[in-house]
């Protein structure tokens, strides 16, 4: 499956600071990768505590990553990113909606991946990835619900895609901590639709993967077991 692309490319390639095995991180060089936009990498030292020095907060209070510069342009927060680069570099039309609908339901699924997901299966990739200390009972509660929605919406759409019949943002902001939701012990067995959507994701043109980390061993994620 082709994407389009805009003919506008950065003046140079954007500076991309990441942590390679965030999702977050990963949600905007996988977007750039598909839509051919130059970037390169910076990966700050997290286990020294890098990002949370004083050069690094000048570029992000939040001391966190992804941020990229552009140019003039310094920017956090992976959704954020994210639209900046399909306004910039990308058809915003094919990745954020065509219509009222569309968009608002992209928009939809860009707050489930800042609320639901992040502190579901992410949350709970931090603590076997990262060695966070995360609340287990609520991390596997929330991580159930949100597979079991998503696997539902996926039942009534009519591609394999979270949004009209091809890739959108919803899909690329969604992906990287689903697919990697079993390094967090959340197993996905249980839901065809969701893995056949991972399928369609990676088959895109130009995917490229976020570096694996072991399987954990599957939770039982069941809220009433």
């Known amino acids: 499956m082709t994407n389009p692309t805009s003919n506008t490319l950065p003046k140079s390639p954007i500076v991309l600071i990441q942590n390679p095995k965030s999702g977050h991180c990963h949600k905007v060089s996988l977007f750039m990768a598909l839509n051919a936009i130059p970037f390169t990498t910076v990966e700050p030292d997290m286990a020294k505590g890098e990002h949370k020095s004083e050069r690094f907060s000048s570029l992000n209070v939040f001391k966190q990553v992804p941020v990229i510069t552009d140019g003039d342009v310094t920017l956090a927060d992976s959704n954020a990113i994210l639209v900046y680069l399909i306004h910039a570099y990308a058809d915003s039309d094919y990745w954020l909606g065509r219509n009222a609908k569309e968009k608002a339901l992209i928009q939809r699924w860009l707050s489930v991946s800042a609320g639901e997901l992040a502190k579901g299966p992410a949350a709970a990739r931090l603590e076997y990835v990262f060695g966070a200390t995360i609340h287990v009972p609520t991390v596997l509660a929330t991580s159930e619900t ?60 130009n995917f490229v993967p976020m570096p694996a980390s072991d399987i954990a061993p599957a939770r039982n994620t069941s809220p009433h077991s």
């Open 146 to 205: 949100l597979l079991a929605n998503m696997e539902a919406h996926l039942e009534n759409t009519v591609s394999a895609f979270l949004v009209g019949e091809h890739v959108t943002a919803a899909d690329i902001a969604m992906y990287s901590y689903i697919a990697h939701a079993p390094e967090g012990g959340i197993s996905l067995s249980k839901f065809p639709l969701i893995n056949a959507w991972i399928n369609a994701v990676e088959s895109l043109d």
